[in-house]
């Protein structure tokens, strides 16, 4: 069988109705000028027929591919039953069965004990919900972020956010959190988790006490920074020492991304608290869970509350998400196997031009030194109908998100594509020719 | 033909994987103790076969009630196809339907010139858009906001919201706004937009210069009170005379609650930015839009974003909801109609008991005078079959919001529920009879 | 014997030094350009001979006149003994003199209790302390201050003031304190103490619980306006109420300017907390105090402090200037008796012209109608040897700081130059001729 | 010739005034129990006729000794002509005189070209100027200061200062600063400014555009660090390549105490703005000026302001210390002497108890390693007449700030009785003889 490959065709779309009515604030239409209609699994395809192999995801919403025969199914079921549509916070058939699900798929078999809450179903919303938890639980207003970490857009979650450009548009100062350096982030002598003990631990440092620690262990936004365990655990161990919640924004490392369902699996920390969006519903719904552990539920019935908390369409593709995909150990077995193609191939492009690689998993990149070589790269893989985005803080980073279901040939001719594109940007750029 | 009737069971669901695994941030929940499955119209079926009449609407998200058959086909048909589910911000046939639609139907008979942000899909977004782009177009941080305004739960729209049991929950102070009293906030004799004017006027008040007005034209949460148009007008005047953008919140009462598609029409005033969610996608499916004038759309690519801003089903059954509702006039003549059936029935019920009602269109209801009397209207009427909730800062107001596609007979059944409820609990409370 | 009457030369100093090495802050050096080099009592000379009526008394900080004999020789004698100057906050003769006078004159006669905290010798520092103290006794953030209240320049006390020429001076977005109407603001129809209580008894105002209210009695900077006793018990009602801590700042009317030593006093309230500076030292030295109930002193040792609060030369004049001039009633009948002195001419003045006055006691002026008349009025003033200046949102009252020590022939002299300049300036602008 | 040498007697004062009428926020007065009355030079004596050494000289107040002839005698000499006392922001004789003695004996040598801004005369307040001029000129909010910094108490400074127990007294969170490592915090190995760089280069670091970098070159509460010259002057550069102006806080390291009139001096930076207070009036009366260049001097008239900042006694006393003291190199020549002698002595001492010393010029200390041992060293000098207290995080470093002319027989003398109080604290704590 011969390996499918995208077929681009070139043709632009009339895009009069977006230039009329659209805010100019959309990006990602900007350099995928393309009006896309039907997708199923690794492929997108447009309104001139062209076809594209998805290396993108959703940002990682779209791990299980788009569409997925199963999830399909059972959500045309629901709704096809008049299942509840929106629930506001109401028990629900659907959503008794996701945390059923939930408890036995995936907190169960991993020794966890977290309470869900359904927050308003977007990643910023949990994290703002989390940091409020945190806040309220410890008193303290405080929360320690780390340089280049992505959380949000709302103004809670924008003032964890490192990117100064997305901060610049929250039109006020951004309070109550102090950045601090990433694991990495001074270069590989400096242990920066050791930096923050030096800090915490003296009451002269301006720094105040923390009510929690926000952390992401790779930095889907950030450059695919990823943190090693060891600095994970003293981290975990600062946290604890210092009384502050070790919160886990695990919205785009999750739901098997880096090779595990939570991404801070077997690095040897339990957070307090962990956020969830993105991949959740399996099949790109809107839906955001924060999970903590029970002893620091102490919210007040409806203190935080949101009108689409209660999005059962999602339940029903997360439940069905959940059971197709985690209960056994297959899925995971193809995660890491392609993580490990992914890593060997990258390694092996990166070596042949000097470049670096970054990430783990399923959740990886190539340094290109530069946002414009970086940007050459993604246009020309767009040309040959390949969709993918860069990453880090001036966008250096080409970065591979490709769904965690796609078939290894499939992934393989798309990886061939990349690197012909860094060959020919690097050409033009250095004159560089492989050796 | 008999008009149907509730038929609640009284049959308490097992509850224990809720105890066990979601958060006691739950709250209706707690006083309707049911587990739904099912719901068509203005019906909700829970799992031991009771029926429920819905006067609460998801508040206010199923205007069209739940699972519209023609809006349920729509989207059937679009997942049947492998429509794009998850597109982020990129083109899509449906997001062009959407905007052609919005164009058409809502816009241009209006002679509303807007562009549509899709920002994350739920109503604090929009809102927290809203108040980035305002404070960024002006240069300016404060907000004006009201008393009893309800804007979401994110730290920036909750700073905007009034409420002090939901503003506790921030854990850190919350700033950059100032609330002003709202209309007939001091009674019928002091005019409040005057007293806005006097301190805006005033150099030395110690009231900043505003970025922006944020006004709900009836506080759906806050107690049902209505903004006359009058009242309306000068906060417009007040907001442009003084440099400052006119936000209408639109969440609640917009989407034809108040007998208009937008609030604000009819009376006098073009908000320059607009904020829409709820029954914006019309099934209940999260979707929110922020709408503004041309000129302001002063937006960076990407300086607001979130990963759900191209939720396509909810594009899919919003476009097919505008299409069927507000192409031409019956659906407004309905809403209408029952606004004034309500209007009459509650100022009825109100006058018997000497109480008053407040609120517009199809978002009315009456002040029980306390927040314990209100509680136990509706859980008898919850133990009748009748789902409905309370408003205002101590949720004294039984809230009607039935769905807008009511039939008048099943309209005027629930009504007599409600009354029945209101003059047992007034019985108890005060020994009050009928006269 | 005649009445000494001021002698202006009208010659300008030599000003090349201010311009090259003074920053371009100065103000009142602009409107009054002279150099001044000597001054007693209620005289000012300026180096080429000229001398001056001082109306403006370092703005309520020379209250007992310029080098008050008995004062300047306590200093005197003080220095030349080597007594200690600065003394951080150790213990001192002169510091404990200081505090035992205060008692005994002060404290003891008018039934209060406070202790007394020296702050760094600036009224500013004085009302941080105010409100870091308030914050730290009730757990609260929010301050209410009034419009047009003035309370200082460091970031804490600039949020507490309300002009917006001085806060636009902060760089930063002021927080954490409420502006709320003063008495009258809204004319003599609206009572704003019951609009202030309706705001905090409702949860939904958006007015969070307060730590204090900050009020003067008489609003100095801001226009002379002067709180009733009813508004201001109703005021102090509201804070116990509540939960906040009342704190008058007493700086600009404390010290005798009203009529008593502290403005509050008949008023039928006992503030939790009261700022002094100003004429406390009497003798235009850097003092601040703030004083507060026993109950209330929770600050741990130097969780507060500054280098000056140990102004020991400050102690010596102070102790000086309450025994001197509150040891006995003769000072307070001569205030009051030049206070009526001087409402009965301003009020024949504006009487005269239409005009209103403003104000209590020794701290009174005209509402001249607009910041440019009134600006022409003390022009012409200081043309004629009267230092006098302007107040209120638009600079538009003039008025009246006389020394308290006033002779009244003088005074009345200085009246008669005021109300001729008025003429004057009225004349000029609307043709206006007295009846 | 006798050394002279303290004579403590022992005797307690009464303190009852104090402990009826004093706020619990006084803290040298715990420590140093007794009530002085009267200081000449280095001595200070109190009211039961013990005789104290002052090593802690008003926490560098009182460089020149306590009540110095020259300073006393012009300020007698000018009281007695009746001169200016307080002169809000007016032109008088003394303040010209001043001005022109800035200039000639202090800005001119040095090439230095700044304008004075007389601020509030205490440290806090002027601290508060530079850090809202530099705000309004960048038009930016965030200020860089450093880990241990201490800057003084009011809310804009206080955000500034690392001390948690002041941070804490706020009562609100502390925004808009963010405290980074000085130089050295992190060890030898690190380098700090570096590390600032590295987080102002890139542009995801979560640390925004600053306004300010605010440094003491040596660190006076924080313990007594001591800024290379190196370090500075990469900050000096960071501050410049970032927009950012450099405020150099000399408050307590200014005034001839590192053995330069202003602490920069020599180190190859001039920062933009600079802070006096502490030492400037010479005599220990509160004085502070804001100092910068020229073409930031944009500030509108009145815009910062403050009743006290024309205390004219203090301009009268400076202008003697500047004339006195810097007009020749000789004052110079000896602090740097005695800045030798403290250094070998305090090394001497340290290397023979295995202790560390830190500090420049004549403010330097020894780190007993705990405050526990520290405080034991500071009661037993006071017990033996000699006024010293201590520094650092922890309050770990023993810390002498004699007056810089101290006669160098007696600044040994007081050394010896330092010397001995730390031996007897390291026997009775490690049984530590000296070898």
Known sequence: MTTP????????????????????????????????????????????????????????????????????????????????????????????????????????????????MFTGPTGTNAVEAAIKLAR??????????????????????????????????AGVPLSHVAHEPYDGYYGPDVDTADLLERRLSDPSSGLDAPAAILVETVQGEGGLNAASPEWLRKIATIAKRHGALLIVDDIQAGCGRTGHFFSFEGMGVTPDIVTLAKSLSGMGLPFALTLFRPEIDQWAPGEHNGTFRGNNHAFVTATAALRHFW????????????????????????????????????????????????????????????????????????????PLVIDDAVFSAGLDILEECIRAALTVTYGVAAE
């Open 136 to 169: 309220k639980v410890t008193g303290r207003e405080l929360v320690i972020a780390f340089t280049n970490g992505f959380h949000g857009m709302t103004l809670g979650a924008l003032a964890c956010t490192g990117n100064a450009a997305k901060r610049g548009g």
């Open 327 to 402: 209960s056994d150990g297959q899925f995971l077995a193809d995660i890491r196997r392609r993580g490990t193609m992914l890593e060997r191939r990258l390694d092996a492009i990166a070596g042949q031009y000097g470049l670096t690689t970054r990430g783990r998993g399923m959740m990886r990149g190539i340094d290109m030194g530069s946002g414009e070589i970086a940007a050459s790269v993604t246009a020309a893989c767009f040309e040959r109908g390949l969709i993918i985005e860069t990453s880090g803080a001036h966008d250096e980073i080409v970065k591979v998100l490709a």
């Open 5 to 116: 490959l995208p077929q681009p065709t070139g043709q632009m779309p009339d895009t009069s109705i977006y230039e009329r009515r659209e805010s100019a604030v959309r990006s990602y239409a900007r350099s995928m000028p393309r009006q896309f209609n039907r997708a199923e699994g690794v492929w997108m395809h447009d309104n001139k027929g062209g076809r594209y192999l998805d290396f993108l995801s959703g940002c990682s919403t779209l791990n299980y591919g788009h569409n997925h025969p199963v999830l399909k199914q059972a959500l045309l079921d629901y709704i096809a039953a008049d299942g509840i549509t929106h629930g506001l916070d109401l028990h629900t058939d659907a959503k008794a069965e996701f945390l059923r699900t939930l408890e036995d798929v995936i907190l169960k078999p991993r020794g966890l004990d977290y309470r869900a």
